[in-house]
């Protein structure tokens, strides 16, 4: 909360992000050390601090531009391979995460569940999938949407 920290669905962990407010002009370098936001339409989540820093606390959202600091994590020889899934749920209650992997397991795999304890409590996300490439996770995301199968998706990196 109080460190220089950030939420990416797909950026790789460690990433050096500089963010901009587009609306005030100030800016903050971010480290990215979790996943999300999961929320249409939100491309990073900051920490509190970093919200400060920009002066985002009062409205909460605001347009921003990402300026990668270490590119060579993101894309290079030594990058990490990227292994992406599909969030189609997150609940408070991990019967209904259950029965959500139960309907779309016979259709699509791996379906896993993975709790998730963002300071309001611990959250239950449904993931489908472990491919290689941002590219065929938004594919499968499509799959599962045109199944009927899941309203919302999210393309995350798992690593």
Known sequence: MYG??????TLPFGTMVRVYNLENGASVDVRINDRGPF??????DLSYSAAQAIGMLGPGTTLVRLQILNPAIVSGPSATPGIFAVQVGAFKDPANAERLRAMIAPRFSPVTIQSYNGGAGIFYRVRVGQVG????????????????LAAVTFVVRLN
């Open 4 to 9: 220089f920290t950030a939420a990416h669905r």
């Open 39 to 44: 929320v249409e339409g939100r491309i990073i």
């Open 133 to 148: 490439s941002e590219d065929a996770a938004f594919t499968l995301a499509a799959q599962l949407q045109g199944a009927n």
